[in-house]
């Protein structure tokens, strides 16, 4: 065993990344080219896509979610329900959009969206004269949210403007939905409620870019969604696009590069097999954690990519310091966004809805912890940290 810490993070590089790369940077094109088509044309296949849904890249995770939520119409004075255990990138294009976050709970022991305080929510929100136009739901740890529950709770919720929901899969890269396919097939098959997917592949996700993020928007939206992350304009029109075309609708600059496509390509193969092993790591620490007394672990799901193992326990900083004095680092990975001042300012909950109740929220955020898990994890330090986990849990 190595005397260094063992990494809850690593950036995983395979060597074709370092090949297609340097090809970009010796070809003289860096910008968005040919090789971004690549990569989106790979992505649709190792996303698992229908033919008529097409994967866009952007440059980051944050960008994604920040389109969706354009492309969902929510702008000035709008309200997003949104989870608020979750990375500030959820929620700081809810704020750039001039919009109020509306929070809704978890569950308290998987930090998912709890869809019956959604109903709740949605429910006290359904006069005419507000607008709840979006409900961003975080797939923590890559664990898909209960999708199906979302979308009853929408529809149940007598709200009469049109609402989309945007799945923040960050985290989520290769997961799947409960029928085991991929969580991008799935809203398109239910597609009575437009459903946005975002994924991230910032450095330390399975998948990296370097930095980026992954679009997935109902498909009348795509073409829309293509050049509104381009400014406005149409790369692959006839129209030059220097100075041939016209804007219709202001985009952003929110494009992925050749630069970062090229290690996406590279990366995706390996990236696919790293989903794998974080599940299998996951897997075995579930089987060895599932019965002792001072750790709740999440009920098992098959199809979550299990990015991050999170556990609860009950006293956090004596397993911090446990786990840290026998040189395995552990975090808390986000804190609960409902705290940050920038964020309350202005939220629908203190607003209109009086003080809310956070009981899932409170316990998770309390509680929650996660452990290395990933790709990177020999067989002995996988048994190492289970090992040390069970001897805090026994103490
Ligand atoms: C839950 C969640 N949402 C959004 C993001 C933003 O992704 P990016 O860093 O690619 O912008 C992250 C980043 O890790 C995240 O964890």
């Known amino acids: 065993m190595s005397v260094e810490e063992i990494p809850l993070f690593k950036v995983l ?3 074709e990344a370092h090949q297609e790369i340097s090809a970009v940077m010796r070809s003289g094109h860096i910008a968005q080219g ?32 920040h389109l969706a939520l354009h492309l969902a119409g929510v702008g000035p004075g709008d309200i997003v ?36 305080d959604l109903r709740a929510k949605l429910a006290a929100f359904s006069l005419p004269h507000d607008s ?47 029928h085991g396919t991929s969580i991008g097939l799935a809203p398109y098959i239910d597609n009575s409620i437009d459903h946005y997917v975002c994924w991230s592949t910032q450095a330390i996700k399975h998948l990296t870019t370097g930095d980026g993020g992954i679009l997935l928007a109902p498909p009348y939206q795509t073409e829309r969604a293509r050049k ?10 006839k129209t030059d696009f220097r100075a041939g075309q016209q804007i219709e609708e202001a985009g952003y600059k929110f494009h992925m590069n050749d630069l970062s496509a090229a290690i996406g390509n590279g990366n995706l ?44 326990v009950d006293d956090r900083d004596s397993f911090v310091e446990f786990m840290k004095l026998r040189r ?20 629908a909950c203190s607003r209109a809805a009086g003080t809310w109740a956070s009981q899932g929220l ?15 994890l020999s067989p002995s330090e996988v048994g190492y940290i289970a090992e040390t986990v069970i001897k805090w849990a026994n103490s």
């Open 13 to 15: 590089m395979a060597p």
């Open 34 to 65: 040919q090789i971004v088509e690549d990569f989106e044309q790979r992505l649709n296949l190792a996303l698992e896509l229908d033919k008529r849904q097409q994967a866009l890249t952007v440059n980051s995770g944050t960008s994604a979610l």
């Open 81 to 116: 329900a949104v989870s608020p255990m979750t990375c500030a990138a959820t929620i700081i294009p809810i704020l750039h959009l001039k919009a109020r976050p509306l929070w809704i709970d978890v569950d308290p022991i998987t930090g998912l969206m709890n869809p019956l």
């Open 132 to 178: 709840v136009k979006a409900v961003v739901a975080v797939d923590w740890a890559g664990t898909p949210c209960n999708y199906p529950a979302i979308r009853a709770a929408i529809r149940e919720s007598g709200i009469r403007s049109q609402l989309s929901i945007v799945e923040d899969a960050a985290h989520a890269f290769g997961a799947k939905n409960e």
């Open 228 to 237: 509104l992350r381009w400014f406005g304009l149409d790369r692959r029109s």
């Open 269 to 312: 193969k390996r990236a696919v097999r790293a989903v794998s092993e974080h599940q299998a790591n996951a897997s075995f620490y579930h089987h060895m954690f599932k019965d002792l007394k001072r750790i709740h672990v999440p009920p098992w799901h098959g199809g979550s990519s299990y990015w991050i193992y999170t556990i609860l």
């Open 328 to 347: 395995i680092a552990t975090s808390q990975v986000h804190r609960r966004c409902d705290e940050h001042p920038a964020f309350v300012r202005d939220d």
């Open 362 to 376: 409170d316990f998770f955020s309390k509680h929650q912890v996660s452990i290395p898990c990933g790709w990177w």
